[in-house]
């Protein structure tokens, strides 16, 4: 069976660019590796061919030499030197840490995978979690502790995490002697890839713990407590570290990120620190002036006082009776915002009344209208002339 083109393979143009290369690798590799897919042998043999395919373009010189002659470059047939033959150290080193490079970020930029010499072999990182809470936006005032429940992995107590059964332990993999990777001579060059023995764990368990079957880790419902400080806003990330998914075989645990979304209010929106609150008034109170008492929300009641005259939408601001700031001593402010309420329901004295007050009125108890009205006679007089 002829091999597949390699720009094939990874789903890009022959003139993609190295990070379009490499993003597309990295793509294919997350859905494509053998932990994500158990058992799975199309997609253990479409890995490795990825991983074949990405070696060979991803240095500027094997790719030159693929471009100019195909899969011929790399079988031996052209004439080559042997590892190294280019010269300049290309060879095993320069196509090395293709894992530390996708898995370090893929697995929360921690380092995916552990190696001989580097501590913890055959560890593997947890992955991070989300929890999505809504709380109330007197809730984001105050702040709070809530209790929150997670499913997810934790650490496998019959083995203690080491995958391996009571009594026995993992053991250097005897195919990549505990690297994790495989070299191999083709043509010109010395290709790295992953092991297939242990998929670049470095270590094998001959004996899996039955508790976990290996992994290391057994799934878990766990209740956390959380506090939410004061002031937080929606959209708010909170982390804590540690907390995510056990990690495989006795690596570190990922990190659990809480992410906040605040409720609308019925009374109050925010605006980062501040708050606002629309408030209608009746057309006597407008005119003549007076005192009403708004809500805070903090509970408390505060009198704001209306001037004679006063018009829909102006403001009031009421000081530090807004929103804390989060880890900061500062409030922010409450503006409180009128409309004029037009009566409604009338009954036949009050429209009498109403009227008896218009006969009495004069164009200076309403200088916008009068003003606005002038302005229309002004704009049809120039019509007319």
């Known amino acids: 069976m002829s091999k597949r083109d390699y720009y094939d393979v990874l789903g890009v143009s022959r003139n993609a660019s190295p990070d379009e290369l490499k993003k597309a690798y990295r793509s294919l590799a ?35 030499a693929y471009d100019q002659f195909g899969h011929a470059a790399f079988d031996g047939g052209m004439g080559g030197r042997g590892p190294g033959g280019m010269g300049g150290g290309f060879g095993g080193a320069s196509m090395s840490d293709i894992f530390d490079d996708l898995f370090g970020e893929f697995m929360g930029g921690r380092g995916g995978r552990g190696r001989r010499g580097g501590g913890g072999g055959g560890q593997m990182r947890g992955h991070d979690l989300r929890y999505n809470m809504e709380i109330t936006l007197e809730e984001a005032f105050e702040g709070k502790k809530a209790q929150v429940r997670v499913p997810g ?19 250097t993999c005897p195919t990549c002697q505990g690297d994790g990777k495989v070299r191999a001579s083709q043509g010109f060059f010395t290709i790295e890839r992953t092991c297939p023995t242990c998929h670049g764990r470095g270590q094998t368990i001959d004996k899996p713990c039955p508790a976990c079957q290996g992994a290391g880790r057994v799934e878990k419902e766990r209740t956390l407590s959380v506090n939410i400080p004061a002031g937080v806003e929606d959209g708010t990330r909170i982390r804590l570290a540690g907390e995510g998914e056990a990690g495989m075989r006795g690596g570190p645990a990922g990190d659990l990120y809480i992410f906040l979304s605040v409720k609308p209010h019925r009374l109050f929106e925010r605006d980062g620190a501040d708050l606002f609150c629309r408030v209608p008034i ?3 109170t407008a005119a003549m002036g007076g005192e009403i008492e708004v809500p805070t929300l903090g509970g408390k009641k505060v009198k704001v006082k209306i001037p004679e005259g006063a018009q829909t939408g102006r403001q009031f601001r009421l000081r530090a009776k807004g929103m804390p700031v989060v880890n900061s001593r500062e409030t922010g402010d409450l503006y409180i915002q009128i409309t004029i309420e037009t009566p409604v329901n009338l009954t036949r004295k009050q429209k009498d009344l109403l009227k008896a007050f218009e006969d009495a009125s004069d164009p200076s108890n309403s200088p916008e209208s009068t003003g606005f009205f002038a302005k229309v006679k002004e704009f049809w007089d120039g019509f007319q002339s």
């Open 282 to 284: 009746s057309m006597v």
């Open 30 to 64: 997350k859905k494509l590796h053998p932990d994500q897919n158990p058992g799975d042998k199309e997609a253990e043999q479409r890995f490795k061919e990825l991983n074949e395919a990405y070696d060979a373009l991803k240095d500027e010189q094997s790719r030159a």
């Open 153 to 171: 992995s934790v650490a496998c107590e019959a083995c203690h995490g080491s995958g391996a059964a009571p009594g026995s332990s993992p053991i």
